[in-house]
């Protein structure tokens, strides 16, 4: 159908991190798909309540009643991606984590609009033991993610069914964020979803990626724990977010593409 209203809630993923910066703001996946709503209808309007580093019980506290308040009715489709900030700190409680998730999901769906749901990519093609913490939390989350998906009749997106996506060029130069290659790959794939126009060439993987030196290799790998990794630690440890002060970049329904 064609939707009205599209509001987004979440962390970085659905902000737009890290892709192409536009009037200040970063593009991602969600503005793109817009763009392409906005051609359905002259009256659509757009909301992103995303903000890069939030929990979350941060998202379900503070994004969820402004997007319940937005809701007309099964002509909104709202997008809900969080908790994988949560799965990444060391205390994680993969029960409360999916339950608080999939509450918020059907408090969502008693509003009569159609909800999108996201998994997280389990394999990401690294090896050692964080890389297998990082799958299992992931794996259990994402069953979760797909259990109220289909209980509450969501759209589901998901990462896992296109294994190439693990390709970190991909990625960002913070190995944790799409760059903006990634984020058109899925807006096409949400698209698709969604029964819009999108080109198809998002399922073709990358041409094989020639072999970096090793030298290259770890030079590159000392820049960006120097450049992301300690900042991150540093965070934490005195419980800071990188999302702490900032708002979110369309907090109210927009008449769309601005």
């Known amino acids: 159908m064609a939707y009205q209203r599209f509001i987004v809630c979440g962390d970085s993923y659905s902000e737009g991190m890290t892709d192409e910066i536009i009037d200040g703001k970063y593009r991602g996946w969600a503005d793109r798909v817009a763009d392409e709503m906005a051609k359905a209808r002259a009256d659509f309007t757009y909301v992103n309540l995303a903000v890069r ?7 379900v506290e503070v994004q969820l009643p402004e997007a319940l308040k937005l809701i007309t009715g099964p002509d909104t489709l709202v997008s809900f991606h969080a908790g994988a900030n949560d799965a990444l700190r060391p205390g994680y409680q993969a029960h409360v984590a999916i339950n608080l998730y999939q509450d918020a999901v059907r408090r969502l769906a008693k509003s009569g609009a159609q909800i999108m749901l996201f998994t997280v990519l389990e394999r990401t093609g690294n090896k050692g033991k964080g890389a297998e913490i990082w799958e299992k939390r992931f794996s259990e989350f994402n069953n ?3 259990r109220v998906g289909t209980e509450v009749g969501a759209i589901v997106v998901d990462a896992n069914e296109e294994q190439f996506l693990s390709d970190r060029r991909f990625l960002a130069f913070d190995r944790l964020h ?3 290659i990634g984020h058109n790959r899925c807006a096409q ?3 698709e979803k969604l029964g819009l126009p999108f080109d198809p060439a998002w399922r073709t993987p990358l041409p094989h990626a020639k072999k970096t030196p090793w030298l290259i290799e770890k030079a590159i790998t000392v ?3 120097v450049t992301f990794a300690l900042p991150w630690i540093f965070r934490r ?3 800071k977010s990188s999302g702490d002060g900032r708002s979110a ?3 109210v329904p927009t008449a769309w593409p601005i």
Do not use: C, E, M, T
């Open 53 to 59: 580093g939030k929990l979350l019980a941060q998202v």
């Open 144 to 146: 979760g993610v797909r």
């Open 178 to 180: 799409l760059n903006s």
């Open 189 to 191: 794939a949400v698209q």
């Open 223 to 225: 820049a960006w724990f």
């Open 237 to 239: 440890l005195r419980g």
């Open 249 to 251: 970049k369309y907090p």
